[in-house]
């Protein structure tokens, strides 16, 4: 199985930062990971597919860069709506594999 | 409306059957993969089982092979979930969501349920 390895598990910023959350493939998944943004109690939501797509509807302070085994997500200026858990998850190959998840809370 | 909506959920006992299902709505289920993720409570999301959008393939996370089943009906926009042997460390929220893209499989999830919660306990 294809390990995710996400980073950090966790992080603080203020309002108008610029926060990036990194993800570690085990193998080369060329371009084959999406990232999701779920904030407490509700489903997950995708907010970039292809690595760097994003998904319709979603504000472009996310984005999402990288291929091969090492991807960066990105939020240009933090805003309060942004505090949620992400994750990443590769489909590559079956299983679909996520990676930990990054808590992200406002300083 | 476009939407998914689980049911089935239940506190069951170790060893026990339980089956889920997802009604799905507003979009053309037959031309789309089908998943279940599962969240443990406190914990992150877990892929459980896809089926192809023409039945026609399963797969399943080693850690339920065996003992669950992932089936559609297309005709009745249903997937369901049938989980026998129940273990303590089934205990999630089991959500189904939609593969992302028409025609596609194995990609990811462009759309979920609201999820339904499973607790094996004795």
């Known amino acids: 199985d294809i390990q995710m390895t996400q980073s950090p598990s966790s992080l603080s910023a203020s309002v108008g930062d610029r926060v990036t959350i990194t993800c570690q493939a085990s193998?080369?998944?060329?371009?084959?990971l999406n990232w999701y943004q779920q904030k407490p109690g509700k489903a997950p939501n995708l907010l970039i597919y292809?690595?760097?797509n994003l998904e319709t509807g979603v504000p472009s302070r996310f984005s999402g860069s990288g291929s091969g085994t090492d991807f960066s997500f990105t939020i240009s200026s933090l805003q309060p709506e942004d505090i949620a858990t992400y994750y990443c998850?590769?489909?590559?190959?079956?299983?679909?594999?996520f990676g930990g998840g990054t808590k992200v809370e406002i300083k | 409306q476009v939407q998914l909506v689980e049911s089935g959920g239940a506190v069951v006992q170790p060893g026990r059957s339980l089956r889920l299902s997802c009604a799905a709505s507003?979009?053309?289920?037959?031309?789309?993969?089908m998943h279940w993720v599962r969240q443990a409570p406190g914990k992150g999301l877990e892929w459980v089982a896809v089926?192809?959008?023409?039945?026609?393939?399963?797969y399943y996370a080693d850690f339920v092979k065996g003992r669950f089943t992932i089936s559609r009906d297309n005709s009745k926009k249903t997937l369901n979930l049938q989980m026998n042997s129940l273990r303590a460390e089934d205990t999630a929220v089991y959500y189904c969501a939609r593969a992302l893209r028409q025609g596609y499989n194995y990609n990811g999830f462009d759309m979920w349920g609201q999820g339904t919660m499973v607790t094996v306990s004795s």
């Open positions: 998850q590769q489909y590559d190959e079956v299983p679909l594999t």
């Open positions: 193998q080369d998944i060329s371009n084959y």
């Open positions: 507003g979009f053309t289920f037959s031309s789309y993969g």
């Open positions: 292809d690595a760097s």
């Open positions: 089926i192809s959008y023409d039945v026609a393939n399963k």
